[in-house]
């Protein structure tokens, strides 16, 4: 495993930050950690990020573990926190530069040209970082986070204070980091999740309240899963519904809202449908729609307690 938690606790004089949390996360996921504020995420992320150290329980990244060697698992890690640090007077590629020094990075020169194409800084590399926008600070943090190549990267509110387009556009860069690196990304926003994440743990007063992939969560609380289909050619509506635990169909065209029993995973027998009706699928997509209800449910039921 890439992260290992173990009966991780936090505790600040007589508030229990993290309770006891357990999880592992394997190489390649892109996991959505997902809570309102001061729920124990930011916490969470600054221990696997050896920035503060537990209460008790354990935890390793990359096999490194956070009280033997901190050191190491620093260097497994890239960290972009909340409010993101920067020296404003620095050039962008100056300060870069700097961190590259810092980190005793060699072949650096290479390392740091990679990063601002990666992160579509080119034009902006001989500003001055007080000089750019939000969106852009972002990016030179994600940069330097980037900088010496981790296998884990550590998000916490990445588009926190944005606006839509650079949402976006940090958004697409976090999703196509995430193809090669496993990603923890702490966000409170649904979309956020619904855009970029594997998996979702939400958590709520230092508990995990829920953890596990998108659509199996949705399908667990609402008892229903929809799915967007669309085939190459119009398929008729007859054959979709005739599918054993489909409930409902609704198209247009050659679109199709495939409605079904949570317990039952439609996807392949719409497949097979597709291969012996020689009408290939162009897209298959589960459609989230309930999160913020279900988000709003776990959280709140347990505040109540």
């Known amino acids: 495993m890439t992260v290992s938690v173990q009966n991780l606790t936090k505790i600040y004089g007589k508030q229990k930050a993290v309770n006891e949390l357990n999880f592992t996360i394997s190489k390649g996921e892109v996991v959505g950690f997902l809570g309102p504020n001061g729920a124990g995420k930011s916490t969470t992320m600054k221990i696997l990020s050896c920035f503060i150290e537990p209460t008790s329980g354990d935890a390793s990244v990359c096999g490194a573990n956070i009280y033997d060697d901190p050191v190491e698992v620093r260097k497994h890690i890239g960290y972009l926190p909340e409010h993101n640090p920067l020296y404003l007077d620095m050039y962008v590629k100056e300060y870069l530069q700097f961190s ?4 005793h990075m060699g072949n650096a020169g290479k390392k740091i ?9 080119g034009l902006e590399q001989r500003k001055k970082i007080g000089q750019l926008s939000k969106g852009y600070r972002q990016r ?8 010496h190549n981790p296998e884990v ?8 204070g944005l606006d839509p387009l650079q949402i976006k556009e940090i958004r697409d860069l976090i999703k196509e980091v995430g193809r090669e690196k496993t990603v923890i990304l702490s966000t409170h926003i649904m979309q956020e999740v619904q855009a970029m994440c594997d998996r979702v743990m939400i958590i709520n007063r230092g ?5 596990n992939s998108l659509d199996e969560i949705l399908a667990h609380f609402t008892g229903q899963m929809t799915l ?3 085939f190459k050619q119009p398929m008729k509506n007859q054959l979709i519904a005739a599918i054993d635990g489909v409930e409902k169909v609704v198209h247009t065209e050659n679109k199709y809202l495939v409605h079904s029993r ?6 392949e027998k719409i497949f097979e449908l597709a291969v012996a009706q020689n009408n290939p699928i162009l ?3 589960p459609i989230f729609e309930n999160l913020e209800d279900i988000f709003r449910q776990l959280t709140q039921e347990q505040n109540a307690v």
């Open 100 to 103: 590259a020094r810092m980190q």
């Open 113 to 121: 040209a990679q990063v601002i194409e990666q992160t579509g800084l």
């Open 140 to 147: 030179v943090g994600l940069a330097q986070a980037l900088l």
């Open 153 to 160: 990267l550590i998000l916490d509110e990445p588009t926190s």
């Open 207 to 211: 508990n995990i309240v829920a953890d």
């Open 228 to 230: 967007r289909v669309e």
């Open 262 to 267: 949570a317990t039952d995973d439609v996807r």
């Open 283 to 285: 897209r298959m997509e």
